[in-house]
């Protein structure tokens, strides 16, 4: 079980894939332990004294076969030990030159043959006009060549564990690559979606974007995330980390969450007098 604890102190996304594997391993193999050292005993003590194969101390026909077998084949490897280390220590060098030479990433870029699109626009829009933005969205993303169908969900409930209002739109997008490669196709439909102002899009995969959004909490591939209690300073702030995203060339026009200040009447209260409901 000590082989599994490195799993308990990885971070990212190898954390959270394989911590729960670690932790069903370890129990697993902790309950058949305790199995092997209470009940195999009891019932090897109930069933294996009337058992014939015990009482004639004879081992199975396929024990037998196996070992005339094996026994030349050890007798070979101890009186030639060179000849069974040797290609073994071959074996474990090429071994060691493979995995210098292998990938460091944990999980390598994944080719889906599909596309989820987040499309938010700015918050407070209603039904309606989010239902006529994603229309146009989809008609600009069966445009493209690749593009053979699309899917569109507005908003999800209250209850749901992703819950978003009406302003926010997931797209799935199924592909059939043609002759542009997928940088190529993913640039064309982010310069045919900067057209639409007031739209923040975000272009993933379905299961890279479900890990993304595991991770940091948001549907970007990287969050800058700013936290204070002055709504203005965090808006400022948030805008010079946005600055050199605009540059990037995989990046939303506006790679900033949308915002929008909501009007809200202020009417101050007074102390209700002799005979007034409270206020």
């Known amino acids: 079980m000590l082989v599994f604890v490195p799993l308990f102190f990885l971070s990212g996304v190898e954390g959270r894939l394989l911590r729960p594997l670690g932790v069903a391993y370890v129990v697993s193999l902790g309950a058949s332990l305790l199995v092997a050292v209470t009940v195999t005993p009891a019932l090897c003590s109930l069933l294996l004294p009337r058992s014939r194969a015990v009482r004639r101390s004879r081992e199975p026909a396929l024990v037998r076969w196996l ?34 030479g292998a990938g460091r990433s944990f999980l390598p870029e994944f080719n889906e043959g599909a596309l989820t699109i987040s499309a938010v626009t ?3 829009t209603n039904l309606e006009e989010s239902d006529r933005l994603g229309n146009v969205i989809e008609e600009i993303l069966l445009e493209q060549p690749e593009v053979v169908s699309t899917a569109r969900r507005t908003g999800r409930a209250e209850l749901d564990q992703h819950a978003m209002s009406v302003e926010s739109a997931e797209i799935d997008v199924r592909l059939e690559m ?48 700013v936290f204070g209690d002055d709504l203005y300073v965090m808006r400022t702030l948030a805008a010079a980390c946005a600055t050199p995203w605009r540059t990037c060339r995989a990046s939303s026009p506006d790679p900033s969450n949308p915002r929008t200040d909501i009007p809200q009447p202020a009417r101050p209260l007074r102390p209700s007098g002799p005979g007034e409901p409270t206020v």
């Open 67 to 100: 070992k005339r077998r094996y026994r030349p084949i050890l007798e070979t490897a101890l009186d030639h030990p060179w000849r069974m280390t040797l290609p073994a220590l071959a074996l474990l060098i090429a071994a060691i030159v493979v995995i210098a």
């Open 122 to 124: 700015l918050p407070g």
């Open 178 to 225: 043609g002759e542009r490669s997928k940088e190529e196709m993913l640039d064309g439909i982010r310069e045919a979606l900067s057209v639409l102002p007031g739209l923040n899009t975000t272009i993933g995969q379905p299961i890279s974007h479900r890990i993304d959004h595991m991770l940091s909490g948001s549907r970007a591939n990287i969050a800058v995330k």
